[in-house]
Structures are given as C-alpha cells and as structure tokens.
C-alpha cells in the first residue's frame, strides 16, 4: 500500500468559517504557522445571518473589523419582537455590559468570504475542496488525512495542534466519536430569502424582528432585513407542528405566515423568488469540547437553537479563547483547556441556554414583553440579547435559571 506524503504544519484549523477565519487570523498574529482546511468552496451560503454584538469583538480583535465595516453589510442596532399585537424592541446600544452597541446583518456567503480573504491577507494559508477525512490523535502530534476534492489526490498533514471550526460538519466529534444527542427537542426550520418591499412604518430594517405565532408560543419566525432591499425570512417550529402542513417548502412557509397577521402584513408586498429550504434537529452536543492535541469550536461542539443568533457569538468567542490559549501553550506555557477553555466557555452557552429554554416554555416570552419592567433590568436583559452572556457582573448572566424564575413570577403577576 502507497504511504501517503506527510507534510509538517504548528496549527491546522478544520474550517474557514467565522471561528476558523478569526482563530487562525489571532494565531498568525501571534507569529504561528497556521493552515486552514475548508471542504467547501467559498462563497457558500449559510444561515446564522443576525450578528450579535458581541461578534465585532472579536472581529476587531482579530484586525478585521474595517473590511466588514467597508461589505456594505446592514446596520443592525438590537432587536424587535411581536406578538399578535404585542410589540417591544431592545436598542443594544443601552444596554448593562459595555462593548459594541451596534453589528450587522450579513448575507453568510459574503461576511465569510471577507473574514476568510482576511485571514489570507494577513498571510493564513487557506485551502479549499480540500476533506479531512481521518484523524489519528494517538501520538505527540496529532495527524490527519487530507483529500483534495478537485482530483481526488489525500495526503496527511502533522501538526502540533487542531482546531476544529468545521460548525455542522462536525469534523473531529464524528471522527473521535465525541458525539452526543442533544436533550434539546427536535426543532425544523423551514427558510428563504425574498426581494421583501416593505413599507410597514413599523418595521425598523436596523433590528432584527422575532415574530412569535399568535397561538402557538413556541412556534417564532425570523425576519432580518439586509442592505439591498433582501431578507431573510424562516419559522422555526417543532417537528409536529409542521404534521398535517403542505409537503411543498414554500406553501408550508407561506401558511405559517399567514396564520401569524401582524407578520404577513409587513411581508404583504415581498416577492418570492429563491427556493425554500429547511434544516431538521439542528441542536448537536459533544462529549467533551477539548482533548490531547485539539479544542473545537463554536456549532463543532455544540449548538442550541437560532431563536437568539446565538450561534455565531459562541464560535467567535470560543476561537478568540482557544486561539490566546494555543499561543501560550505553543509559546512554551502550561495551559490547562478544560479549566481555561471548555468551562469558562459553557458558562455562557449554559446562560443562552436558560433563555432558549425559557422562550419556548413562555417564561422569557412574558419577561420580554412586559411593561412594567424597570430600565435597569431591561438594560441586563439587553446585554444577552446582544451576545454577551460571560458577563458575570450582569446578574441575570450570573443566575440565570433563578433570576428568570424570579422575574417570570413577578410578571405572572402582572
């Protein structure tokens, strides 16, 4: 059997996705040799598409924040939610954390193509088409089995370290068996983008709107305005609420929006003119988030649930820890990954978690929608809806699960 040619690299990063493109943009400026592997071919397109603003962070930190700045991308300053006639907005530029007040909402193919170019500029090796499709972590130096999907051609690279950023491919949990069900319910998102021509004065296309469906709580619908006249618009639901519902994307998306009035009025003029998608049981866990030789990031080890735009927060604070992690081990320090990297990371996944939990049993739906909370918990809740749940001194990220409690009791009470 022909051995394979093995070539010797400091850092392999498995995905040129946001945590891919920024972890490896922080390790190069650090001085270390990185490559990236990316089995697709970029642009591609992806979800994910309402930016926390936590996320400019860490795109400043990893010196990409004015080729964003420059995309043309649109302005997004918090977030709007509407219930039947119920309507309240969040403004992340008041909040209780300090940090970005302002983001964007960004078409994926073109916000990952700029912070992949980026990395590239800054002199990461980005390869494309190219599939890992064994690791083997049992030596001192981690290897992998590389084949380039052009022409078929697999060859291993050695490396001191790997991160995985591969999100829904999920590269090292399959292949090192890492992964585990997740005890989250199976949920459907049934998506497109649409020419939206709204002219509802209501509608602010510099927030995001979370529609909820006027008789079914846990049923919410996106809609985030881009700067061409474009949205995205999907509903998510539980997979037996799509039972009984046309088999045809469209027609079921359309009915949905239809049973939800104060939506499919500010929709009443869009033009849908792209195909339907879906994705099913989108929420993944893994045994374990880090282990000899490699750390995985953002949806490569865990996703929750889109409802709060969560997901792209987390992989770009688990690249910009893992990568200040990796530059002191790689730089002669001790680092301990479960203490520095994997737990301080599930603290704030576990905060967005209370909350996903609670807006689909309804307590934090109540929470967001009502009157009568002070200025001050407003600006508290405000700091996680714009992404920023390590924040400890925020008491509703330092307690979350009895904080909510607490607050859903007393809005129960009116």
Request: charged content about 25%; hydrophobic content about 40%; proline content about 4%.
């Amino acid at each position: 059997m022909k051995s394979l040619e093995v070539e010797q690299r400091q850092v392999v990063v498995i995905g040129a996705g946001p945590s891919g493109a920024i972890a490896s943009a922080l390790l190069k400026r650090n001085g270390h040799d990185v490559l990236v592997l990316e089995r697709q071919r970029f642009p591609r397109f992806s979800i994910g598409e309402s930016l926390l603003s936590h996320c400019l962070d860490f795109v400043e930190e990893a010196g990409m924040l004015e080729a964003v700045q420059a995309a043309g991308f649109q302005t997004k300053h918090g977030a709007a939610f509407a219930s039947g006639e119920r309507y309240t907005e969040f403004d992340f530029r008041d909040k209780f954390t300090a940090g970005k007040g302002s983001t964007y909402q960004v078409q994926r193919a073109h916000f990952d193509q700029v912070l992949a170019d980026e990395a590239a500029r800054q002199g990461v090796e980005v390869r494309y088409e190219e599939e890992i499709f064994a690791a083997d972590f049992s030596a001192a130096r981690p290897r992998l089995s590389v084949r380039r999907l052009a022409d078929g051609h697999e060859y291993q690279v050695e490396c001191g370290f790997v991160l995985d950023g591969s999100g829904y491919g999920r590269v090292l949990p399959r292949l090192l068996d890492l992964e585990l069900p997740s005890d989250f319910p199976v949920r459907r998102a049934v998506f497109t983008h649409i020419e939206d021509r709204i002219d509802h004065p209501a509608f602010d296309r510099e927030k995001i709107l979370i529609t909820t469906h006027p008789e079914m709580r846990d049923v919410w619908f996106w809609t985030i305005p881009f700067s061409n006249g474009r949205c995205s618009l999907g509903v998510v639901a539980d997979a037996k609420r799509y039972q009984g519902r046309d088999v045809d994307l469209e027609a079921c998306l359309k009915q949905f929006v239809a049973e939800a009035p104060s939506l499919a009025r500010v929709l009443e003029n869009a033009v849908w003119d792209t195909p339907v998608r879906e994705i099913n049981g989108y929420s993944a866990n893994v045994k374990a988030l880090q282990g000899p030789g490699f750390a995985l990031l953002g949806n490569a080890a865990e996703f929750l649930d889109p409802v709060f735009s969560s997901g792209v927060t987390i992989a770009m604070r688990s690249a910009s820890m893992a990568a200040g992690l990796l530059h002191r081990q790689l730089s002669g320090e001790a680092v301990d990954w479960e203490n520095e990297f994997a737990i301080p990371l599930k603290r704030g996944v576990d905060t967005f978690r209370v909350y996903v939990e609670g807006w689909y049993d309804g307590s934090f739906q109540d929470v967001i929608y009502y009157e009568k909370a002070s200025d001050d918990i407003r600006r508290m809740i405000c700091s996680i809806l714009a992404g920023y749940a390590w924040d400890e001194k925020n008491p509703y990220v330092a307690e979350p699960r009895r904080r909510l409690r607490v607050l859903a009791e007393l809005c129960a009470q009116g």
